[in-house]
């Protein structure tokens, strides 16, 4: 997607988000998706993180993040709470905005094939964004698919930034492949120097893959639909070692 389309996104999606919020009988409901926060705790999470991220964009390109900003306490009243949420989803626009899609800043995936540009950074909150909305509809029982076009965007990103890098496969060498029902497939193929991500993989058998919607597939990368309720060809026990690994703990530069 380009830069543009991504910020109007996010806009679009926070904006759902906060519509859901709004629809909710009473904020103290329980989210079935994150265990143990309520929509109020989703909605600060939630907000909060847009705070952080837009300072980190605004900081420009740095080795380490910057130092945290005092933050103001978050609202715990619903009719404070919606505006608050807004103004958060405005200060990250503005600091992407300001920035641009091509500057550098620091991100937690220095290791992975997604770039450390605030263009990624606008790219992985519109998912952060896309699948908390999500939460938030399940939470008032009207859950609604993600979006076509951001999911199949946010297939690729999870895995480029949370799966693919420069990282050791610490188990025997497999290619996994996903293929969403709308007409793209990408290929992760893991191994001890390296773990690439391929769009549109030859043909040749994947060790194992997913066959679903594209909404499904990111909300089974994000824990939110169980991969095994979804089509599945080939050896499961290789997504069920991909779901356990933290590639984290196996960079190559270590």
Known sequence: MEFPELLRLIDERSTAFSAA???APALDAQVPTCPGWTLLDLAHH??????????????GPASTPPPPVPAEPAPQDRSALLPWLAASTRQLLDALRSAGPD???????????SQQTSGAVARHQLQEVAVHTYDAQLTTGAPQPLPTGIALDG????????????????????TL??????????????????????????????DAALHATASDLVLTLYGRVPFDSLPLTGDRRHFDLLVAWDPDEEPLTA
Do not use: M, N, Q
């Not at 909060?48 to 964009?57: F, L, P």
């Not at 492949?177 to 994947?206: F, I, K, M």
């Open 21 to 23: 919020v709004a629809a």
């Open 46 to 59: 939630l907000g909060d993180g847009r705070r952080k991220w837009a300072s980190i964009v605004a900081a």
């Open 103 to 113: 500057r550098g800043c620091w991100t937690w995936w220095a290791d992975s094939e």
């Open 155 to 174: 297939v690729e990103e999870f895995l480029a930034t949370c799966c693919a890098g420069a990282y050791r496969w610490p188990h025997t060498p497999a």
């Open 177 to 206: 492949d996903y293929h969403a029902t709308e007409g793209r497939s990408w290929r992760l193929s893991l191994t001890a120097d390296a773990v690439r991500l391929t769009r549109s993989p030859a043909p040749t058998p994947a």
